[in-house]
C-alpha cells in the first residue's frame, strides 16, 4: 500500500536537506527510535512501541537506493521484523523536499510503498495513514523545537564575554553512546497516548500496536539516516 505523508521543516531547502542526513541531530527527534550502527549508505535500527502494558520492537536494516541532492530527493530502501513475532515490514520510501513559505521554510514530501505481514496487515491503509501521520508530526514538532533552540544558542553566542564559559545545553549535541560505549535505546512510543485512542479501544491494542510498530519502522528509517558525507 502506498501512504502519502508531508512535514514542514523551518529552515531553507539547503540547510534542510544537511538537517535531514544528520543522524546525530535528528535521531532523538523520533519517538521510539534508536539508530544501532551506521556503515557508509547501509545503517540499521530498532523502533519500540507499547499499548498500555503491550510492548514490541521492531529491528531492521535500510540502505539508499538513491540521493539527488540536485532534485532534493531520497529513495531508502528498507525491511525490518519484530524481534518477538513473525510480523515482518517492507518499503521503499521516497523524500523530497520542496521550498515553502517564501524559501524560509521547507516541505518535505515523503511517499511510502509499505509491505507489512502478520498482525500489521488487519489494518488498512486509513488507520496505517493516520499513526503515520501522527508520528511524523511528532517528530516535526520536536525537529522545529531543536532548531530555535540552535537559534537562540546562536543568538546569544556574539553577547558571551571573553573567557572560558560552560557550553548551553542547546548547543551541547545528545550523546550518542553512554558509559558504557554503547548507544542508548530510545524510550518506547505509547500509541494509545499519539492516536488519542480510549481503553473502548483496548480490544484493538494488539493488532494497533503491530500495525503502528510497522509504518512507524518504515517512516523511521527513513527519518533517521546517516548524515551525509561532506
Known amino acids: 500500500m502506498e501512504l502519502e505523508h ?39 535500527g530498532t523502533v519500540k512501541v507499547k499499548v498500555g502494558p503491550i510492548s514490541m520492537t521492531y529491528a531492521g536494516e535500510a540502505r539508499f537506493a538513491e540521493k539527488d541532492e540536485a532534485a532534493r530527493r531520497v529513495v531508502i530502501e528498507a525491511a525490518g521484523k519484530e524481534n518477538r513475532g513473525s510480523g515482518t515490514a517492507k518499503a521503499s520510501v521516497t523524500a523530497t523536499l520542496e521550498p515553502a513559505d517564501g524559501g524560509s521554510s521547507t516541505a518535505v514530501k515523503v511517499l511510502t510503498d509499505l509491505t507489512v505481514t502478520g498482525r500489521p496487515a488487519q489494518f488498512g491503509r486509513g488507520m496505517l495513514q493516520d499513526v503515520g501521520g501522527k508520528l511524523i508530526g511528532q517528530f516535526a514538532d520536536n525537529l522545529a523545537a531543536e532548531l530555535q533552540e540552535d537559534d537562540k544558542a546562536g543568538a546569544a553566542a556574539p553577547a558571551a564575554t571573553s573567557g572560558e564559559s560552560e557550553p548551553s545545553p542547546a548547543s ?4 550518542m553512546y553512554d558509559e558504557a560505549g554503547q548507544r542508548p535505546s530510545a524510550e518506547a512510543l505509547d500509541l494509545l497516548e499519539v492516536t488519542g485512542l480510549s481503553g473502548a479501544m483496548s480490544r484493538y491494542r494488539v493488532p494497533l500496536l503491530a500495525g503502528g510498530a510497522a509504518v512507524g519502522a518504515a517512516l523511521v528509517w527513513f527519518l533517521v539516516r546517516r548524515k551525509r558525507s561532506r
Open 172 to 175: 551541547t549535541p545528545q550523546a
Open 6 to 44: 508531508e512535514f514542514a521543516v523551518p529552515v531553507s531547502v539547503a540547510e534542510a536537506w544537511q538537517v535531514l542526513l544528520d543522524v546525530e541531530r535528528i535521531g532523538p527527534c523520533m519517538p521510539g527510535a534508536t539508530v544501532l550502527d551506521v556503515r557508509g549508505d547501509e545503517f540499521t
